[in-house]
């Protein structure tokens, strides 16, 4: 069964600290996995997208890793800032052949970015 | 362009009434998306369409889900009748996307409507 699994489940830092963000995943075929940054209250929008062959991708201060062996993916935010303050939801696809992929989410991990 | 739009933004409703939420997707996009979300289940992928058909709906939870897109620019969800745990936000999102490609496109969300069923 495909599964994409966050952690931690929710997160309290410091304005101005950096944070990683963690999602493991056990979806077959693998065709990318994205990233995305729901505030409260909104639907989620897209950070970074990743197909198997990269390891890194850069958003500003987010910075996605992607370990296609291990299938594990970071999310790195440097010098955090109050408006970071979200849920960071990890999606990751499956390739089908030649129809679209099947979407499998992570249940997300909360942020709060305090002063 | 003004982004997927979704309408209601907020609806309150009866157990056993009938809901319809409306989406209009990015001009120019071929697929469209239609989630649940949840504090308990996070975001639940119920269906999506590719050129106006339906690709998978394997996400609908029942038979009182059902969803059309009649054309490229409108799609409805339609949840008949209505129970208390159909509460929960609906988000419709779209994408350019080209069946047997490498990957799917961005897709972009809509701000979503909140359903409550009393």
């Known amino acids: 069964k495909n599964q994409v699994e966050q952690s931690p489940q929710s997160l309290i830092i410091l304005e101005g600290k950096n944070c990683t963000l963690q999602?493991?995943?056990?979806?077959?075929?693998?065709?990318?996995l994205r990233w995305y940054k729901q505030d409260t209250g909104r639907g989620p929008v897209s950070l970074t997208i990743?197909?198997?062959?990269?390891n890194t991708k850069s958003n500003g201060r987010y910075t996605a890793t992607l370990d296609a062996d291990t299938k594990q993916s970071s999310l790195h935010i440097t010098a955090s800032q109050l408006s970071d303050s979200a849920s960071y939801i990890c999606?990751?696809?499956?390739?089908?052949?030649?129809?679209?992929?099947?979407?499998?989410f992570g249940t997300g991990t909360r942020l709060q970015v305090t002063l | 362009d003004a982004g997927v739009i979704q309408s209601p933004r907020h609806e309150v409703t009866e157990m056993g009434q009938e809901v319809t939420l409306r989406c209009k997707p990015i001009?120019?996009?071929?697929?469209l998306f239609w989630y649940r979300q949840t504090m308990m289940r996070g975001l639940e992928l119920l269906i999506y369409?590719?050129?106006?058909?339906?690709?998978?709906d394997s996400g609908m939870p029942e038979d009182r889900f059902s969803a059309k897109m009649p054309n490229a620019s409108f799609s409805t969800l339609k949840i008949q009748p209505s129970e208390p745990r159909d509460s929960a936000v609906y988000f419709c999102?779209?994408?350019?996307?080209?069946?047997?490609?490498?990957?799917?496109?961005?897709?972009?969300f809509g701000p979503g409507t909140r359903l409550t069923v009393l």
């Open positions: 999102a779209s994408s350019f996307y080209v069946l047997g490609g490498l990957a799917i496109g961005e897709q972009f």
């Open positions: 999602c493991n995943y056990t979806v077959s075929p693998f065709s990318n």
């Open positions: 990743m197909t198997f062959s990269e």
């Open positions: 999606v990751v696809s499956a390739s089908r052949g030649g129809t679209a992929s099947k979407l499998t």
């Open positions: 001009s120019g996009h071929n697929s």
């Open positions: 369409f590719n050129n106006n058909v339906p690709i998978d």
